[in-house]
């Protein structure tokens, strides 16, 4: 039985901005990560604070992440980081 069109989830597969029937925007909700995902970014970041395309790609598929969220992870990560090095 398909469902009536407001009830449909507004999930979208890659996940970017979506917009619900009356037009608002709704932002993907925020990933959290596992203690395990977690661990295996802090120590690749520790390696490397760039990661390169196919690395990229390996890491996530390691790890059952999207690329995108791989890389907005080290591109957080290196920000925060920086930050932490300014402040001394």
């Given amino acids: 039985l398909p469902l009536p069109e407001h009830e449909k989830p507004l999930a979208v597969p890659n996940g970017e901005l979506r917009v619900s029937g009356k037009g ?51 591109q957080n990560k290196r920000s925060k980081y920086k930050k932490i090095m300014k402040q001394g």
């Fill in 24 to 74: 608002k925007k709704l932002r993907k909700p925020r990933t959290i990560y596992s203690s395990l995902q977690l661990q295996a970014l802090n120590q690749r970041f520790q390696q490397t604070q760039y990661l390169a395309l196919p690395e990229r790609a390996e890491l996530a598929a390691q790890l059952g992440l999207t690329q995108t969220q791989v890389k907005i992870w080290f």
